[in-house]
């Protein structure tokens, strides 16, 4: 194969020069590769095509959206109607009173804007020493600034030099360990909490029962503002619009992304509730906000999102993700009997994750992208994640499409293990 110029994300370019896996075609739940092999897209391609590929409606809203005015930027007082459209839209379905809705590029600035606007937050309200902002072990934020310096994963954190200060991470699954955390800085000095309903990234970790319910109120009772990462659980992942409803829990911020176009063109955002940004929203003249991206409610990418959230609504496809997780994990956990894998976890919202035994993770570190690899060729595309597999299949998936899913990772771990015995 020809070698490339093109410098892949998360990718060890030594090993992928030359050897690029080229998709050409999508259409519903499967894509195709330039050899003509038709793969069931098990894993939405990164976390976001929840209404499967090739929707038209879609096609034909940015096309239109193009000839009028493909945009113009917002800074200032400038709007379009498609950015004006989909913000009210996105107000009305947040769990929060009359949310404000900031646009970005993607979750990774998403994050950024939040992590900035806690700050501001709390030094325009008279408490500039609440700079800290805590997340968890195992979370993933992005990688820009904030996102890496908050993220629990090392591996993402590791090689860059100093990261943002005033950051920490708590046990992932003790909201007590976030309580001692803002007890040992102090709660005057804790800016925000950033949460992710079910771990993504970091290999699909749900909550235990009352995690959420519980951070939410210690978040409450000391003041500390509580964001929801719901880059990857948005919009029917979860079975809601964000993922927190589930959980009862009305957070001071949300980051989204991802799902709210489907990955069709780039967009994320941040709803801010109405009394974060009262300060800001009040009394004109008074505070100048200097943050912002070029594309932000570009008119183009936000009539893609409203014509993508017309399918959602129109197919009510926001209930699937809790409707098809029991059939998800129906198909993962017989995995677990399987010789070569360490845990399988799910069952929260439609996503899922097959992890490898750590011995054989120790003994070669590429085993991950091996199983990845090796259900690959049974016609399966899932989410490499170092240690196994992750899937989040689009939303509009069968469950007889999900047991193909099932079946595919059991015979690449069938694979795997042929493989090992040979050695």
């Known amino acids: 194969m020809t070698d490339t110029k093109l410098w892949h994300p998360f990718a ?68 379009n109607p498609p950015a004006l459209e989909l913000a009210a839209k996105l107000s009305s379905v ?62 993402v954190r590791q090689g860059w030099g100093p990261l943002v200060p005033e950051t920490s991470q708590v046990q992932w699954d003790s909201p007590q360990a976030l309580r001692d955390e803002i007890e040992r800085l102090g709660a005057e000095r804790v800016a925000a909490f950033f949460c ?59 980051t989204f992304a991802k799902g709210v176009t489907s990955g069709y063109l780039p967009l994320g955002g941040v709803l801010v509730s109405g009394r974060v940004a009262e300060p800001f929203w009040s009394e004109p003249g008074k505070i100048m906000v200097r943050h912002g991206q070029t594309y932000s409610g570009h008119a183009t990418v936000c009539a893609a999102a409203l014509a993508n959230i017309g399918i959602i609504e129109r197919e009510n496809l926001i209930p699937r993700g809790q409707e098809l997780e029991a059939d998800l994990w129906n198909a993962l956990a017989p995995l677990r009997d399987h010789p070569l894998v360490g845990d ?50 689009p939303l509009t998936v069968t469950v007889d499409q999900i047991r193909e899913i099932g079946e595919a990772i059991r015979a690449g771990l069938d694979d795997l293990a042929a493989v090992s015995e040979a050695a």
């Open 12 to 79: 060890d370019m030594a090993a992928v020069r030359g050897d690029e896996f080229v998709l050409v075609r999508g259409e519903g739940v499967y894509v195709w590769d330039d050899a003509g092999n038709r793969y069931l897209d098990g894993c939405a391609s990164l976390w976001y095509c929840n209404v499967g590929h090739g929707r038209e409606e879609i096609a034909e809203a940015a096309a239109k959206q193009l000839r009028t005015l493909e945009t113009w930027s917002i800074f200032g007082d400038v709007a």
């Open 94 to 155: 947040a769990p929060m009173d009359d949310a404000k809705v900031f646009f970005t590029t993607g979750g990774g600035d998403a994050i950024d804007t939040a992590a900035k606007f806690a700050r501001l937050y709390w030094q325009t309200t008279g408490q500039p020493e609440r700079l800290h902002v805590i997340a968890r072990t195992n979370g993933y934020h992005g990688t820009m600034a904030f996102g890496t310096s908050i993220g629990g994963m090392p591996a």
């Open 196 to 254: 992710e309903p079910v771990m993504g990234a970091g290999g699909v970790f749900p909550p235990p029962a009352g995690y959420i319910e519980e951070v939410a109120a210690i978040c409450a009772e000391t003041g500390v503002l509580l964001v929801i990462d719901a880059v990857i659980t948005g919009f029917g992942r979860l079975g809601g619009w964000i993922g927190c409803e589930r959980f009862g829990v009305r957070p001071d911020m949300v």
């Open 344 to 393: 399988v976890r799910g069952g929260t919202g439609l996503m899922g994750a097959v992890q490898l035994r750590d011995d054989i993770l120790e003994a070669d570190q590429g085993a991950g992208t091996k199983l990845y690899k090796a259900v690959r060729s049974h016609g399966v595309l899932t989410r490499a994640h170092g240690v196994g597999v992750a899937l989040s299949p």
